[in-house]
């Protein structure tokens, strides 16, 4: 009796052992290292963990334009708050919104965070969005956010860096007329000159 189930044992282990040799082979040649590793390590491993070994930046300009008497004149807005989102497959959220602010020269540059620069063809995937304009500009009262495509336009040693085109917001300054409650010639036509 102890002899038939040591023989069923030993021809059950070698069924297994070929059913799983042979699972093996259809699979194919494995990497171990995919198979013992969780997805944040792998992405570690390609440069997108925490430890920064990518670097990507996006950046642009930022200008109001203004317009009297149909001469225009453009202004660096310096101190407005721009944001980048990138799609990653979720749902856009404020949360994965990174935020930046222009210089004196209405320039800015956001730096992405590492758990992005995965992200495939960033260029259909991420925008540009303009938050917060100063008080002070002039383009404040007219300004409505838009989304700013991005392109690539530079790339090497670990570093993309990405751009919008010139942001040009307008604000026309309206021809004013004289007030009505002016009653003599002269100061109506010092009032014209005056414009």
Not at 33 to 56: C, F, I, N, R
Not at 122 to 138: A, N
Not at 147 to 159: D, E, F, M, Q
Request: glycine fraction near 6%; charge should be positive.
């Amino acid at each position: 009796m102890m002899i038939q189930f040591q023989a069923h044992m030993i021809i059950m282990f070698f069924i297994f052992f070929f059913l799983r040799a042979s699972a093996m082979a259809e699979a194919g040649p494995r990497n171990p290292l995919v198979d013992l590793s969780t997805p944040d390590e792998l992405l570690s491993l390609a440069g997108y963990g925490e430890e920064k070994l990518s670097t990507v930046i996006v950046g642009g300009t930022i200008h109001c334009d203004t317009y009297f008497n149909r001469n225009s004149i453009s202004h660096p807005i310096s101190g407005a708050l721009v944001a980048v989102s990138c799609d990653n497959n979720k749902k856009r959220s404020k949360s994965n919104w990174v935020r930046g602010k222009t210089d004196e020269y209405g320039d800015f540059l956001i730096d992405l965070p590492s758990q992005l620069h995965a992200i495939s063809n960033m260029e259909k995937r991420c925008v540009v969005r303009i938050v917060h304009l100063p008080k002070i500009s002039p383009c404040h009262r007219r300004f409505t956010s838009k989304h700013i495509r991005i392109k690539l336009t530079s790339s090497g040693n670990g570093i993309r860096t990405y751009s919008t085109d010139e942001i040009h917001l307008g604000h026309k300054q309206q021809h004013s007329q004289p007030s009505k409650n002016i009653r003599s010639k002269g100061i109506r036509k010092t009032a014209q000159h005056m414009l």
